[in-house]
């Protein structure tokens, strides 16, 4: 349920719960009685969960330019090339497709 805030001329703010397009422009202030009018604020960003908050900030911030990432010595020694693809794949789409997608040219390769 949505919070909507009124704020009073005498006292602070208050907060109050109503569902979506039923809360009234004023409110009685809990604290002196009198009319506290309604006010609009931002929603509640700071209450989105935290993976979507980051998700969010790491599309704004590769939105113009991507990210640059580095690859770590993950164990692989300088030089070797460690396999891209699971050997599973192998197994699973048998010999002949397996050579004929290693043999296979990339449209953009430049010809020899």
């Known amino acids: 349920m949505p919070v909507y805030e ?5 006292c602070a ?4 719960q109503y569902p979506i397009g039923s809360a009234p422009k004023t409110e ?3 604290t002196c009685g009198r009319e506290a009018r309604r006010v609009y604020s931002s929603p509640y960003l700071n209450r989105t969960p935290r993976p979507l908050t980051t998700a969010f900030d790491q599309s704004h911030k590769s939105a113009h330019e991507p990210e640059v990432v580095e690859r770590g010595n993950s164990g692989a020694q300088q030089g ?3 396999p891209t693809v699971s ?7 048998g010999e002949k497709a397996w050579t004929s997608a290693r043999e296979a040219r990339h449209p953009a390769a430049p010809s020899n």
């Open 13 to 16: 703010f208050l907060e109050v």
């Open 6 to 10: 009124y704020k009073c001329g005498r």
């Open 28 to 30: 009685e202030c809990p």
């Open 80 to 82: 070797e090339q460690r």
């Open 87 to 93: 050997p599973k794949l192998k197994e699973l789409v």
